[in-house]
Each structure stands twice: as C-alpha cells, then as structure tokens.
C-alpha cells in the first residue's frame, strides 16, 4: 500500500466476478455482535484497502466480501459492499497519518481501555508496554491504567465516582435480570419473534488429575516382580475432564435470520 511500511496479504480474489474475500473467526463474544450489527467499519476498511490495492494494480474489484466463521460449530455468515475507492483511501490516509505520527514521536491517543481489560491491547499491540508505562507501574505496584491516568486527588475522585456509578447500575441490571429470569421459569424453549431461548450443554473444564485412575493404573503392576515395573516417572498420570453444567440462555436471533415465524 502507498505511505505504508508493511506489506499486506488479502485472503482470496476472483478476477472473474471482480470479488475479493475476506475471512475472520469468531467466538461466542463477537459472534454474537456481528450477528447483530455486522462487522465493524474498522473491518470494512481492511477489506476495502486490499480491494484498493489491487485496482492499484490494475485488477478489477467490483464487491468486497467478508465471511465470519464461528470457532465453535463452524457456522459462516457472510456480508457484502461494493467496493468504493473513497472509503478505501480515507482508510488509507488515516494510516499513514498515524504512520507519520509514530515516525515523528507524536504521542497519540489511547483509544482502547488498556492491557488490564482488553485482550486486544494486550495481545496484539506492540506499542503497549510503552503506551501504558507497564515497567514503572509494575516497579510502583499499580496496574498500567492506574499508573497513567491517575495523577491527583481529582483523578482518584472521578475514579471512585465512575466505579459507585456502574456498581449502582450493575446491581439494579441484576435485580432486574432476577425479576425476568422467574417469569421464564418453565417455559419451553425455542425461538419467539427476535429471541430464542435455549439450554446450553455446558462446557468441557480444564483437564485434571484423576487419582481413582492413577490407582488403577499401579495396580495393572502391582503383581510384576519389581523389575519389571516401569519407574513413575515413565507413566502418564491419567487426568479427567468434566462439563459444566448448562444453563439457560437468552439471545437475539441473528439479524439475518428475524422474521420468521416462532417455533
């Protein structure tokens, strides 16, 4: 891409039809959200600048397409725009911008909510050690959010206030939940209008030693001559994984998907 340093790799391109393919995972989270909003512009504009990139290089790009893949069932959904040059380079320059701001040292805007609490930052951004002042926070024992945002009493006090506010809000959501959970207390299950209510199988936890197996497992050399039992540390110690238990879910159907009659 012009004024970018890293080379880009799109997914898949037709030439034919002039489509270009882009593919994303999903778990439960953001499956969800893209069932409800679609993906997200910042998404739409990845697409749209490899779209740009290859009319750039003389190719023809008539629509981009992404497809979502749920990680858990491997359920797809797909979603389509036309391509449109002015989205692609707006994108554009607001990369090199940012770009160009690095390379001048310009301190720029901490638009995520740190390292803490959002597993993009602390996955995926190399800047973050720098940008959350993670090293000196660590030295004063506090957490990285902490550490640079809050300098004052002033601070601390807006802090407190934020917290008490979502406490409040949190527990009142809480009450409310309680109160809506007992009206669906034997209702049977399936899809109503824009809702389907369901009963999740749980979840496999964690393996974990399994004794009773380990027992059984000695006891198989039990009665060999003591050389010809194999040494403890030859043997894999048997581990076991349960389920949670399930549990009833409430959720949106999947915009693509409303409309249909309640069954």
């Known amino acids: 891409m012009p004024g970018l340093d890293r080379p880009s790799r799109y997914d898949e391109y037709d030439p034919i039809t002039g489509i270009l393919y882009d593919f994303k995972t999903a778990g439960d989270w953001q499956w969800s959200q893209v069932g409800e909003k679609g993906p997200a512009e910042e998404v739409w504009d990845q697409a749209q600048l490899y779209a740009l990139a290859l009319v750039l290089a003389g190719e023809l790009v008539r629509e981009v397409r992404i497809i979502y893949f749920e990680r858990k069932s491997g359920a797809d959904e797909e979603f389509a725009r036309p391509y449109d040059e002015n989205a692609a380079r707006r994108a554009l320059a607001r990369l090199t911008a940012i770009a160009t701001a690095l390379d001048l040292g310009t301190e720029l805007p901490r638009d995520r909510s740190g390292p803490s609490n959002d597993p993009i930052c602390r996955r995926y951004c190399p800047a973050r050690i720098h940008c959350w002042n993670m090293a000196g926070a660590e030295k004063a024992g506090r957490s990285p959010e902490s550490y640079t945002l809050i300098a004052d009493k002033a601070d601390i006090e807006w802090a407190l206030a934020d917290y008490d506010r979502h406490r409040a809000a949190k527990s009142d959501a809480d009450k409310q939940q309680s109160i809506a959970k007992t009206l669906l207390q034997g209702v049977p299950y399936g899809t109503y209008g824009e809702y389907e209510y369901v009963r ?48 009833d879910e409430v959720r949106r159907v999947r915009a693509a998907q409303r409309g249909s009659k309640g069954t």
């Open 200 to 247: 999740t199988g749980g979840r496999l936890k964690d393996p974990e030693p399994d004794l009773t197996a380990r027992v059984r497992q000695l006891e198989a050399f039990w009665d060999n001559p003591p050389g010809e039992r194999p040494s403890l540390d030859e043997l894999d110690y048997p581990t076991k994984q349960g389920r949670t238990g399930g549990r």
